[in-house]
């Protein structure tokens, strides 16, 4: 990812309802804080849940991790919905915006755009484009990088610089057709983690964000947010 650099965005709800508003998404649905994956915990969030964003930092541990998991996918195979909106990711620091591309692309169904919204023409425009390619017109797409920068400036924290090294990376986790997916623009195809329903997908979703945070568990700076009917 030598080309474009974005600010990084941060992991902050009104930061993601901020952007995602700024772009046409009716606020029919809002990001919350996830406190913590413990069951008590989950029951605050409210439901239905659509849409689960989880920042991470990027360890040693971490990738040899998505190394192995990668090899072990391309040996063995997987099944993916073919119904998966999946981006690669070409520019650096926008994981932000591409995890939040993600949760609303596969949710269309739940969702509602206002006439003209630029996330939608996004969306409707490069839905039969490859990963790769989409990863292309997202670097041509000038609403969303001006929209991305206005937020990166939204957060509680001041933006780093844009040659600042960041290890922390956003990944999405969606339902799409029953099975839950790990969307994350730095692997080549979506990570397929099983079955999951409408009532189960936040359970699901923590499930897979504790098996991150077990991977590192010297780490601390997990971030957890849901997507979630206002």
């Given at each position: 990812m030598d080309g474009q650099r974005w600010l990084p965005l941060e992991?902050?709800?009104?930061?993601?309802?901020?952007?995602?508003?700024?772009?046409?998404?009716?606020?029919?649905?809002?990001?919350?804080?996830?406190?913590?994956?413990?069951?008590?915990?989950?029951?605050?969030?409210?439901?239905?849940?659509?849409?689960?964003?989880?920042?991470?930092p990027v360890t040693e541990k971490y990738e040899s991790f998505r190394l192995e998991e990668e090899a072990k996918i391309k040996a063995q195979g997987q099944e993916v919905s073919p119904d998966v909106y999946f981006m690669r990711q070409t520019i650096g620091n926008a994981c932000g915006t591409i995890g939040l591309i993600h949760a609303v692309a596969n949710?269309?169904?739940?969702?509602?755009?206002?006439?003209?919204?630029?996330?939608?023409t996004f969306l409707v425009q490069s839905s039969k484009l490859s990963p790769e390619e989409k990863a292309t017109f997202l670097?041509?797409?000038?609403?969303?990088?001006?929209?991305?920068?206005?937020?990166?400036?939204?957060?509680?924290?001041?933006?780093?610089?844009?040659?600042?090294?960041?290890?922390?990376h956003f990944i999405a986790l969606v339902n799409v057709g029953g099975h839950l997916h790990e969307l994350d623009g730095r692997k080549p195809f979506p990570i397929v983690h099983g079955k999951t329903?409408?009532?189960r997908f936040l359970e699901d979703a923590a499930e897979v964000c504790k098996k991150f945070m077990a991977r590192d568990p010297q780490e601390l700076r997990f971030t957890v947010v849901a997507l979630s009917k206002a």
């Open positions: 992991a902050n709800p009104d930061v993601c309802s901020f952007f995602l508003r700024q772009l046409g998404l009716v606020s029919t649905w809002q990001f919350g804080d996830v406190y913590g994956l413990d069951p008590e915990l989950l029951t605050m969030v409210p439901r239905p849940v659509c849409a689960v964003l989880l920042l991470f949710n269309q169904g739940h969702l509602e755009f206002e006439p003209n919204s630029p996330l939608k670097e041509k797409d000038e609403s969303i990088r001006v929209t991305h920068e206005s937020s990166a400036q939204e957060g509680q924290t001041e933006a780093p610089s844009l040659d600042e090294k960041v290890d922390l329903s409408e009532d």
